[in-house]
């Protein structure tokens, strides 16, 4: 079982930039990858930006160039944590973002996502 936390999000002005957090608590060592998506109303998710255990990033074509994801994930931690810098925000990334992670359970990858959360972001001016 994992736990996602999120934080961060909120109104910006476009141009502006935001960062939100997520951090997983549970079986946190058994995360391959963690990630974000996001959803308007009436649409469906979008992966936008993932990060694997061992760094390897990848970003959607929507916000590559302008946002950039890094993960913490010390031994010695007692949480995962993915953080999403957000930079030259226009309204069209006005979503409600929401944080994912691929766990290893057994010999299967389950997904464990905040989709009853999400945190909202706004560009507007």
């Known amino acids: 079982q994992v736990q996602l936390v999120e934080s961060g999000g909120g109104s910006v002005q476009p141009g502006g930039s935001l960062r939100l957090s997520c951090a997983a608590s549970?079986?946190?060592?058994?995360?391959?990858?963690m990630g974000w998506y996001r959803q308007a109303p009436g649409k469906e998710r979008e992966l936008i930006a993932d990060?694997?255990?061992?760094?390897?990033?990848?970003?959607?074509?929507a916000v590559k160039g302008r946002i950039t994801i890094a993960r913490n994930n010390a031994s010695d931690s007692a949480k995962d944590t993915v953080n999403l810098e957000m930079s030259s925000l226009n309204p069209a990334d006005t979503y409600v973002y929401y944080c994912?992670?691929?766990?290893?359970?057994?010999?299967?990858?389950?997904?464990?996502?905040?989709w009853g959360q999400g945190t909202q972001v706004t560009v507007t001016s």
């Open positions: 994912h992670a691929a766990v290893l359970v057994g010999a299967e990858v389950r997904d464990y996502g905040s």
């Open positions: 549970g079986r946190i060592s058994s995360i391959l990858v």
């Open positions: 990060i694997t255990r061992g760094g390897t990033q990848r970003y959607s074509d």
